[in-house]
């Protein structure tokens, strides 16, 4: 009976070759470690996808705070009544409606023309609007939220009209009362009302005009987390009352102002990246040419972003503007990586080069003097003014995103054009095509190569095993290779254990070749993994690095392999070889079968080294994708010392599938172990499933 799983594995053909007898054994020529790894490595990538920002890392917990995501409904909004006795509706005043409904004129500026308007006819209680939040509204002990919105109460349920307007068709509404002025609740309570976390009160003055009304809500020290909660704005008066950009902040990363959510971010701090490329992916094209990325209009005060239409199916807040996402970058110590928008949309659409692009390439340099320009520039000053008139660092620009996607083969032009106008004022920026040759040689650019290309990966661990090595053989003499997207695509909403395992294969290939690729980054980093009532997702793309819902956040095993790797790494790539390493058959696919195609042979171990030649530390990376647990030798060439103990981070499990989750965060992370008797040969039994990582002090 014992022998029946490796029968079993036989049959299923998945069974190591005959080489695994024999030890596998890694050799690492120390004194040829001379080809620096680049220094820009590890970066992040990021876009509005699963909620990233909106429901995510930006810290505001009001859902549809502008009532712009439905053009019909106030999403995420809904009455409140104390008392069933009560009379009183809700309505979205849509920024579509203009002539012949009068409500226009209740626009807050020419950003924010949509708003809600609660009708109390009859009062009897409280009576008010609740936001759901982004799937609930965390409360935690001991917290003080910053709420903000915009109100008026009037005495009329449709707004006065200009003497030469025409009539409405229906008959007036009665005048109400005017009750508006006095005292209005807010609060944090539970969403049946019964329980209230946190109150506060504005004193509503009587004014046809809009006025913005803050008042802070704070948390008891005995309230337990709870994210079953709502926001509530209510009024114990009869009247009408309008409302638009209602806001509530809990306390954010470093207290910035407009700032990110601080479990989020730290998570991300914590990668130590070098890099962050925004804003997409997808997200810079938008659905149409209209859609890209308004970089403009995400600038400056809250009230003065309109928001867009995202590419991911929901509707862009824009709190997260071109200064935020800089300022994310920044309190990451790394640089930002901008993507512009180079006139292809995802629906197919795209500008030609020549006159008709040239606003938009106009459109990149201003946006690239708001990133760099001295204050002396238009953009600098506008940033100075944003508060922050230091430059940024900024040393790459990606023109378009995936534009191996526009058929019309019109890249060739667009990049040019735009690489012209931005190395002739930025000459020391460079700018990454993101058509590499090797995949798309046809619609890649054309004459001067692009100096850097944006290779796109999304793969099963099959296909990461297969391929690990496929950047050994890459020509040294053409374009470097920014792998700006990429992942093993196994789990949801977050990656597995066998997802971090094909990670961490595929990233030994980058490491060995960290002279080629200049930069990684994996994608998509952010899901919000929550599910609504009807069981509709908060995400759109499954297998995802870092998971949160309102209240808590964990990082997928991929997360910890990205970070480990981000860590333990040094500035020298160590050439290594191997023999013995033993294989596997991968799958066929159905395809494949039918047609009699023999199964790929597969490594099942992969294996990276970089020195830091500064202290002598060895970085050697090690992954075994098997079930077995694995001896491996290693051999130290040209050092003359090694000190005997060593450190060995690892991720592991016991079983492929096994994952982290929202509510079990914690069930794979990295572990430590000191191992002894480190010698210039050595050889360490691998734990099945595990990522290795030896931290080895030498000298040479
Ligand atoms: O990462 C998700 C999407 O995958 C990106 O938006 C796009 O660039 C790619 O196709």
Redesign the pocket.
């Known amino acids: 009976m014992k022998k029946l799983p490796l029968l079993l594995l036989i049959a299923a053909g998945f069974i190591i070759n005959p080489a695994f007898s024999q030890t596998p054994v890694i050799n690492l020529n120390i004194a040829q470690a001379n080809k620096d790894v680049s220094p820009m490595l590890y970066g992040l990538m990021t876009?509005e996808?699963n909620h990233s920002y909106d429901g995510g890392l930006y810290a505001e917990l009001i859902r549809n705070r502008v009532f712009k995501d439905s053009k019909t409904e106030p999403e995420g909004w809904s009455l409140v009544k104390e008392n069933a006795s009560s009379e009183a509706v809700i309505k979205l005043i849509a920024a579509e409606e203009h002539v012949p409904n009068d409500e226009r004129r209740n626009a807050l500026n020419g950003a924010l023309q949509a708003c809600l308007r609660l009708t109390v006819e009859k009062a009897d209680g409280r009576v008010g609007v609740a936001n759901e939040g982004y799937w609930g509204i965390p409360v935690k002990p001991s917290t003080t939220y910053k709420a903000s919105f915009y109100i008026k109460g009037t005495d009329r349920r449709e707004p006065p009209r200009w003497p030469w307007e025409p009539k409405p068709t229906k008959p007036p509404l009665p005048v109400i009362e005017n009750n508006t002025p006095g005292p209005i609740t807010v609060s944090i309570e539970s969403n049946d009302g019964k329980t209230v976390y946190a109150k506060g009160t504005i004193n509503l003055e009587k004014s046809i005009y809009w006025k913005q009304y803050e008042v802070n809500l704070t948390t008891a020290a005995d309230v337990k987390p709870t994210k079953e909660a709502r926001f509530v704005i209510s009024t114990d008066r009869v009247g009408v009352y309008y409302f638009n950009l209602v806001s509530l902040f809990p306390p954010t990363y470093k207290d910035q102002s407009n700032g990110f959510r601080p479990d989020l971010m730290q998570m991300l701090v914590d990668m130590k990246p070098k890099f962050l490329r925004f804003p997409?992916?997808?997200?810079l094209e938008g659905p149409k040419i209209t859609d890209a990325f308004p970089w403009k209009e995400t600038l400056g005060p809250i009230a003065n972003r309109p928001g867009h239409n995202g590419?991911w199916g929901y509707r862009a807040s824009d709190g997260m503007g071109l200064l935020e996402f800089l300022l994310w970058a920044e309190n990451m110590g790394a640089e930002p990586v901008l993507g512009v928008y180079a006139g292809y949309s995802l629906d197919g659409d795209h500008i030609d080069a020549g006159p008709l692009l040239k606003p938009y390439v106009d459109d990149a340099l201003d946006e690239i003097e708001y990133v760099i320009g001295d204050t002396s520039t238009y953009w600098g000053a506008k940033r100075a003014r944003d508060g922050h008139p230091d430059p940024f660092k900024l040393q790459y620009v990606e023109i378009g995103?995936?534009d191996w996607f526009d058929r019309s083969n019109s890249y060739d032009g667009r990049f040019k054009q735009f690489r012209e106008a931005i190395e002739a004022k930025y000459p020391n920026i460079t700018c990454i095509s993101t058509i590499p040759k090797t995949q798309y040689p046809a619609m890649s650019v054309k004459g001067k190569d692009a100096d850097v290309v944006d290779e796109?990966y999304?793969r099963n661990s099959w296909d990461m095993w297969e391929n690990a090595s496929q950047y050994d053989s890459y020509d040294r003499n053409g374009p470097k290779i920014f792998v700006g997207?990429w992942a093993t695509r196994e789990g949801k909403p977050t990656t597995n254990l066998n997802a971090a395992l094909g990670d961490a294969a595929w990233m030994t290939g980058m490491e060995r070749n960290a002279d080629l690729i200049i930069m990684s980054c994996y994608?998509?980093l952010l899901v919000n993994v929550s599910t609504d009532a009807n069981g509709k997702r908060a995400w759109q793309?499954d297998s995802d690095l870092i998971g949160y819902d309102a209240l808590n956040s964990y990082g997928s095993p991929s997360y910890y392999v990205q970070k480990l790797f981000s860590h333990y790494l040094g500035n020298k790539i160590v050439p290594a070889t191997a023999t013995n390493i033993p294989t596997q058959k991968a799958p066929l696919s159905k395809k494949d079968s039918a047609e009699g195609k023999a199964p790929k042979l597969v490594p099942t171990i992969f294996y990276s080294a970089t020195m830091n030649d500064a202290t002598g530390t060895i970085y050697l990376k090690i992954v075994n994708t098997t079930a077995n647990k694995q001896a491996v030798k290693i051999n130290l060439d040209g050092i003359s010392t090694v000190a005997p103990e060593a450190n060995l981070v690892m991720v592991k499990g016991d079983h492929p599938e096994e994952t982290n989750s929202i509510t079990d965060r914690e069930k794979i992370i990295p572990v430590t172990e000191t191992i002894k008797g480190i010698k210039k040969s050595f050889s360490p039994k691998l734990a099945p499933y595990s990522v290795n990582i030896f931290e080895i002090k030498t000298s040479k």
């Open positions: 876009e996808i997409g992916g997808n997200f590419s995103n995936e796109h999304y997207e994608a998509p793309w």
